[in-house]
């Protein structure tokens, strides 16, 4: 299946190229229907450098007076172009090459000599095998959008400052761990606390600013989570994806405890995927509705001392009501 991903991604690359050359001519085109000198001093740009790079090869011993000579006369052309697209009302870098990734140049590969993938082609790979443009993110949900007025200002039994006071120090957290992350000192979180409270919303702002940041997190509930290792199990589907549990950056897996429980596999392999993360340093966010006594109780004491690890997991609890109940009064 990766295969097949990266062949797909190295067409899609490589449309992308035509496609910035189609736009690359468009504005040749306009800049040029505005002040004609511009598609002249372009053209004669172009020939320049052509002959000069002839004549260097012909000459390898005149080739850095050839190259000194040429920088200045390309230079000046540049300023003379800059100048006349600012004149014409265009952005002065109007006619630099357009690229959707500047760093790798859509060709999806950076290194010179050795080639590795350069982070924007990782995430479409990573995306392509979860089957899910999006890694099972909800893009709008971050932490731009993140809202503190949704959530109840009036004070709690639990917490006299409020559920908006306490949701907007949850929040700076999860924003701080996002910020940070790979580097955390404790590299879980463990979202606990009642359907409603935000724990989902948060979970999609992290994914999105370590998706900004260059790194992969793939989202799933933990109902999808057993079916990609029921499958694994049972020698179906595609085995890459439950690789990918074991090998993505960050696991996200949401609404834990909601999952069947299958017996002699569900708790296993679980297990495995939680020590297996956890030996090789990689991220794992949960979240919850059952309390910690409940989790001991459903996944047995030694998955559970997995999850409820405190020398590597940070424990956030969510408090107060429904914000759903809020929004719909």
């Known amino acids: ?23 690359e001519r468009r504005r040749l085109e306009q800049a040029s229907a505005l002040d004609p000198e511009i598609g002249r001093l372009t053209e004669s740009r172009r020939r320049l450098f052509q002959d000069n790079a002839r004549e260097a090869f012909a000459n390898p011993t005149k080739a850095r007076d050839i190259s000194g000579s040429l920088a200045d006369e390309l230079q000046s052309i540049a300023r003379n172009i ?12 109007y006619l ?23 982070d924007c082609m990782k995430r479409r790979v990573y995306a392509k095998l979860c089957h899910d443009p999006g890694l099972g ?15 109840d200002p009036a004070p709690l039994p639990e917490e006299p400052r409020g559920q908006r006071a306490y949701m907007i120090r949850a929040r700076a957290l999860c924003e701080r761990f996002a910020n940070s992350f790979p580097n955390n000192e404790k590299h879980n979180l463990l979202f606990t606390g009642a359907s409603g409270l935000g724990k989902t919303y948060l979970l999609n702002c992290i994914a999105q600013r370590v998706l900004e940041r260059g790194y992969t997190p793939w989202k799933l509930t933990a109902y999808e989570l057993m079916g990609i290792l029921r499958d694994s199990y049972f020698e179906r589907g595609d085995p890459q994806r439950a690789q990918l549990v074991l090998d993505t950056q960050l696991l996200i897996i949401d609404d834990l405890g909601t999952e069947p429980i299958q017996e002699n596999l569900t708790i296993p392999q679980l297990f495995h995927v939680f020590n297996e993360r956890r ?7 949960v979240s919850t509705n059952l309390a910690p006594t409940e989790i001991q109780a459903r996944y047995t004491e030694r998955l559970a001392s997995r999850l ?3 020398r590597t ?15 719909s009064e």
């Open 1 to 23: 299946m990766k295969d097949r991903a990266l062949s797909e991604l190295r067409t899609e690359y490589e449309s992308q190229r035509a496609l910035n050359r189609d736009e």
């Open 82 to 93: 800059r100048g006349r697209l600012i004149a014409a009302g265009l952005p002065e870098d």
């Open 96 to 118: 630099q090459p357009v690229y959707r990734c500047p760093i790798c140049r859509d060709f999806g590969y950076v290194g010179e000599p050795i080639h590795e993938m350069c």
């Open 137 to 151: 993110i909800a893009a709008e949900e971050n932490f731009g959008a993140w809202d503190a007025g949704v959530f």
């Open 279 to 285: 030996n090789r340093r990689l991220s794992t966010i």
């Open 308 to 310: 409820l690890d405190q």
């Open 313 to 327: 997991t940070i424990f956030l609890k969510f408090i107060g009501k429904d914000v759903r109940l809020n929004l």
